[in-house]
């Protein structure tokens, strides 16, 4: 069980620096859902499942859902957030 925790903060840290390193803003999105996922079986392996679904639901469903309809409805899906 140590190595799925193991493994599960090694993928959030490098989702988390993807997030900041990404050009892209919707592949940005995506590694933040990723984030939020690994929290969430995080949380499962700490016999938390209601805050693990909580997390799972609210972070990478609800969470990335908003920010890509935000991205779609700035007109900044398709570039980095330059001038347009």
Same mark, same amino acid.
């Given at each position: 069980?140590?190595?799925? $925790? @193991?493994?599960?903060?090694?993928?959030? +840290?490098v989702?988390a620096? %993807?997030? #900041?390193?990404? &050009?892209d803003?919707v592949?940005a999105?995506? $590694? @933040?859902?990723?984030v939020?996922?690994a +929290?969430?079986?995080?949380? %499962?392996? #700490?016999h938390a &499942?209601?805050?693990?679904?909580?997390?799972?639901?609210?972070?990478?469903?609800?969470?990335s +859902?908003?920010?890509?309809l935000?991205?779609?409805?700035?007109?900044?899906t398709?570039?980095?957030g330059?001038?347009?």
């Amino acid at each position: 069980m140590i190595w799925v $925790a @193991l493994i599960a903060v090694v993928v959030m +840290l490098v989702a988390a620096l %993807a997030v #900041l390193m990404l &050009p892209d803003l919707v592949s940005a999105v995506a $590694a @933040l859902a990723v984030v939020s996922l690994a +929290l969430s079986l995080l949380f %499962a392996l #700490l016999h938390a &499942p209601d805050v693990a679904l909580t997390e799972a639901v609210v972070g990478a469903g609800l969470g990335s +859902l908003l920010f890509a309809l935000i991205l779609r409805r700035m007109g900044l899906t398709g570039r980095s957030g330059g001038d347009a």
